[in-house]
């Protein structure tokens, strides 16, 4: 699609105006509220930034003008700054968003015939060093605002000349970017009843997926909090190797993050979680390896499993799976009574598979340098 939109720029007094894209409904009636105005106001206001797109106060036809003047001076609405984007030949849609102080996040675009999905982004980097994904490589900075976690999807939004109850292009959303979600549970909550609000994006809540490596205390706080679909990044179903792959494991290790799973189903009956899975060669993708996932799905019988084949990044050790043992794999847990779905790679000439997003991060970890020296020293080879 080669399409012009005008994305609005933050003004040059923003430090002194809001942002009104950090606000859900409530938090915004309550500043209507705050400014002497009914708080019903808040709701016309949104229908114009969300079902509409609008960022100009002096195209809201229905709001008065004092209203607006007011508005004009004290608000704006402020999604991030496109630095460029980038088509792929299937049909995927990347994003660079820029942040402040040189950093920069990404948002991806997946269309397929029945849906269209947006991969949105919860930080700046990730501090969990996951080590078969390609932001991890890049260190952390901090979490993103209200405001950027949705304004990735106001912007893909206006990009895609998406009408929310109309002309639907963004159908699914899953906060599966770059980024822990649920270390930065407030804003990402916020951003997901954003999605969800008729007077928002609207979605289902099926259709609003929240992915994790596992925080335990936040999944269960997530299920008390909203309405939305919970992914799992699993990668490995015995301790060890799980340790090695997601270093998160060592404090929440698998028992304890079952146990989290089920009562998140016992919370939720009519819901499923997603356990996703990505083969890397010789790594765990093995069937004793299968078996180990069918032991532990066992414990979750109404979950199904998302096999992923490993995107390759310069400088990583991993390497994908060959197509034959993905399909033995597969065909092991579909024989065990385990839905499994595969999950198509999409975006590889862009860069936008699944665990290749980078954007540019300031580094605050120093991972970013240690990776980057042991990369010039020849300890890992160019993916």
Not at 157 to 171: P, S, V
Not at 311 to 335: C, H, K, V, Y
Request: net charge positive; proline share 4%; hydrophobic share 40%.
């Amino acid at each position: 699609m080669n399409q012009v939109v005008h994305i609005p720029t933050v003004p040059a007094d923003a430090g002194e105006k809001v942002n009104l894209l950090d606000f859900d409904r409530q938090g915004l009636r309550d500043f209507f509220t705050q400014i002497g105005e009914k708080p019903y106001r808040a709701e016309q206001v949104m229908k114009w930034i969300y079902h509409h797109l609008e960022s100009d106060f002096g195209k809201m036809t229905d709001v008065g003008k004092a209203l607006r003047a007011k508005l004009e001076a004290t608000c704006y609405v402020g999604p991030p700054k496109t630095l460029f984007d980038k088509g792929a030949a299937d049909g995927t849609h990347k994003w660079l968003l820029g942040m402040d102080g040189g950093n920069a996040i990404e948002a991806v675009y997946i269309p397929e015939p029945t849906r269209g999905t947006l991969c949105v982004s919860s930080q700046v980097g990730c501090g969990l060093n996951c080590q078969f994904c390609s932001t991890a490589t890049q260190g952390f900075n901090r979490n993103l605002s209200t405001a950027e976690v949705i304004g990735q999807m106001w912007v893909a939004a206006k990009y895609l000349g998406n009408i929310t109850h109309q002309n639907r292009r963004i159908t699914n959303v899953v906060m599966m970017g770059m980024g822990e979600p649920l270390l930065n549970f407030d804003n990402v909550v916020k951003a997901m009843s954003l999605m969800r609000d008729d007077l928002g994006f609207g979605l289902a809540s099926k259709r609003v997926t929240l992915s994790t490596a596992g925080l335990v205390p936040m999944i269960d706080k997530l299920s008390e909090a909203i309405d939305v679909s919970l992914a799992v990044s699993l990668h490995a179903a015995n301790d060890e190797l799980r340790t090695e792959l997601v270093p998160l494991n060592k404090r929440y290790p698998i028992a304890e993050l079952t146990e989290a799973c089920q009562r998140w189903i016992a919370r939720k009956p009519r819901t499923s979680i997603t356990f996703e899975y990505t083969l890397m060669k010789g790594v765990n993708d093995q069937p004793e390896h299968a078996r180990q996932l069918i032991r532990f799905m066992r414990k979750l019988p109404t979950c199904k499993v998302n096999l992923i084949p490993f995107n390759p990044f310069p400088g990583t050790r991993f390497e994908r799976s060959d197509a034959d043992t993905i399909r033995a794999f597969q065909t092991q847990l579909l024989n065990a009574g385990i839905l499994t779905m595969l999950r198509r790679t999409r975006g590889d000439d862009i860069d936008a598979a699944c665990g290749q997003l980078k954007g540019q991060v300031l580094d605050r970890t120093r991972r970013q340098a240690e990776f980057l020296k042991r990369l010039d020293q020849g300890a890992v080879h160019a993916g």
